[in-house]
């Protein structure tokens, strides 16, 4: 069974379906109940990093995740979900704190001089360069590979070494991160079409093996 956490995301139900459709046995949790009983966890998320943290904290759920991250066990963050991991966001003066999985901040896509008027939410189709081939998300995907993205904020890890995907959007950003037995992107596997069923599809038989 994988545990798709239930916190309100508005993509729960397309995550939902993409996982089915890999073969996934998916249950929906809104509170720790139940998690024993799971090989894997999946967080998914849009909307505000704050949004997110104050229904998994109503919930319950954040020392739940957090413990079964450190229990070495598989989990998988999309979007919001990714961002969760990471100490705080910039996002609306934010004071909420992330899950600290990761050390560093999420910031806010800024114009550059080459891209003055750089859009803002990035929303659409981008392409993810593998920068860890040996991870299992990616197995069968070529670096240079489409994903669908929608976010204004992305992660800013402190330590380079996690970063298993990048994507540039008027600056390089960690489009993917991967260490152990955590794995997270900022674009959505669940829109993304055959790559994203395929990632999925890989992050399902590493964890059930």
């Not at 600290?100 to 896509?109: E, S």
């Not at 970063?163 to 489009?175: D, E, K, Q």
Request: aromatic share 12%; hydrophobic share 45%; charged share 15%.
């Amino acid at each position: 069974m994988i545990a798709l956490l239930d916190y309100g995301a508005g993509n729960i139900r397309s995550v939902e379906k993409a996982l089915s459709a890999v073969g996934a046995n998916v249950r929906r949790l809104d509170s720790p109940l139940g998690l024993d009983h799971a090989r894997a966890v999946v967080l998914p998320g849009v909307g505000a990093f704050d949004d997110c943290i104050h229904a998994l904290q109503r919930q319950r759920l954040v020392d739940a995740v957090r413990d079964w991250i450190l229990a070495g066990r598989p989990f998988l963050g999309i979007c919001v979900g990714y961002q969760a991991l990471f100490d705080r966001s910039d996002e609306f003066n934010s004071c909420a704190l992330g899950l600290g999985i990761f050390k560093g901040p999420v910031v806010r896509f800024q114009p550059t001089p080459e891209e003055p008027h750089l859009k803002i939410p990035q929303i659409g189709w981008n392409q993810v360069e593998v920068i860890q081939p040996a991870c299992p998300l990616f197995h069968g995907i070529p670096s240079g590979a489409y994903f669908y993205f929608v976010h204004s904020y992305h992660p800013r890890p402190a330590d380079p070494a996690i970063i298993a995907g990048r994507t540039t959007y008027g600056t390089p950003f960690a489009s993917a991160v991967w260490h152990g037995n955590v794995f997270a992107t900022q674009f959505h596997p669940e829109k993304s079409q055959a790559n994203g069923l395929r990632l999925l599809g890989n992050f399902l038989r590493w964890a059930t093996r």
